[in-house]
């Protein structure tokens, strides 16, 4: 079945099911109506009339809860076409995404992947040689700038106002 055609029957399921439903309340109007004529007939005294129209509420209420009855039913069947669409719709999805992977593997040459992965590390080796050197050179600069002596006045300048010790 196409999808097309499947979209279609749920479309027409799904109008059936409203249209079952605008029958129920339809049918509960109905049987409000007769209940207002029953009791009207009662009023009158007039008991074959009110016999006949309790019976047509009776069969109005019935009418009703079958038209809802119906219309769930068929509810429940356009949420079964509907999870069968969209599983149609997602499998067709994963099948250009196997066939796009494939394709991905197909162009991947290993050993060329091998040599670009193994010429990264290198580069990556030789940024970190260079990193180490300029910290190093940093810190002796950094170090040679500010006197030592100046660096331990501080630390037991803020050492004694946190009320602490230094070794």
């Known amino acids: 079945m196409s999808m097309a055609s499947m979209e279609k029957h749920l479309f027409n399921l799904k109008f059936a099911a409203k249209e079952l439903e605008r029958n129920s309340k339809k049918c509960d109007k109905e049987e409000k109506a007769e209940k207002a004529?029953?009791?009207?007939?009662?009023?009158?005294?007039?008991?074959?009339?009110?016999?006949?129209?309790?019976?047509?509420?009776i069969r109005q209420k019935n009418q009703s809860l079958n038209f809802l009855r119906m219309s769930a039913r068929i509810d429940a069947t356009a949420s079964r076409v509907q999870s069968a669409v969209t599983t149609k719709k997602v499998s067709k999805s994963m099948e250009g995404v196997v066939k796009g992977?494939?394709?991905?593997?197909?162009?991947?040459?290993?050993?060329?992947?091998?040599?670009?992965?193994?010429?990264?590390?290198?580069?990556?080796?030789?940024?970190?040689?260079?990193t180490s050197v300029m910290e190093g050179a940093m810190s002796q600069t950094t170090a040679t700038n500010i006197p030592q002596d100046s660096v331990d006045v501080l630390m037991r300048q803020a050492a004694d106002e946190a009320g602490l010790e230094l070794n």
Do not use: R, Y
Not at 38 to 57: D, P, Q, S
Not at 102 to 130: C, G, P, R
């Open 37 to 57: 004529k029953l009791k009207k007939a009662i009023e009158k005294g007039n008991m074959e009339v009110a016999k006949i129209h309790a019976e047509n509420a």
């Open 101 to 130: 992977m494939s394709a991905a593997m197909k162009s991947m040459n290993l050993e060329k992947i091998s040599t670009l992965m193994d010429n990264f590390e290198k580069q990556f080796e030789d940024l970190d040689v260079q």
